[in-house]
Nanobody, 117 residues
């Protein structure tokens, strides 16, 4: 059974930091590109960051470049999103996504991040 379980969300003040984790099971984690997406109230889901299978290549949305860092630990089947200098506009539900070259595509249920004073 495929599972992606996000954790680490919560309420944080502007300028603060959070680290999201996504624990994967039920598939060959190291063969999947891992990504974080987010969806703010009333907006479409958007790609935040992605990392390739070996972890050597990453890409980020312009809005988070220099503030967020995606990483993965293939030994622990986990992908992370370190979020620094958080802004109110980062408030959203953050989703973990796994995708492979054959089109297999899995989603977690999301974790809520609220940036507010």
């Amino acid at each position: 059974q495929v599972q992606l379980v996000e954790s680490g969300g919560g309420l944080v003040q502007p300028g603060g930091s959070l680290r999201l984790s996504c624990a994967a099971s039920g598939f060959t984690f190291s063969s999947y590109t891992m990504s974080w997406y987010r969806q703010a109230p009333g907006k479409e889901r958007e790609l935040v960051a992605a990392i390739n299978t070996a972890g050597g290549s990453t890409n980020y949305a312009d809005s988070v470049k220099g503030r967020f860092t995606i990483s993965r630990d293939n030994a622990k089947n986990t992908v992370y999103l370190q979020m620094n200098s958080l802004k109110p506009e980062d408030t959203a539900v953050y989703y973990c996504n796994a995708k492979n070259i054959w089109g297999m595509d899995y989603w977690g249920k999301g974790t809520l991040v609220t940036v507010s004073s």
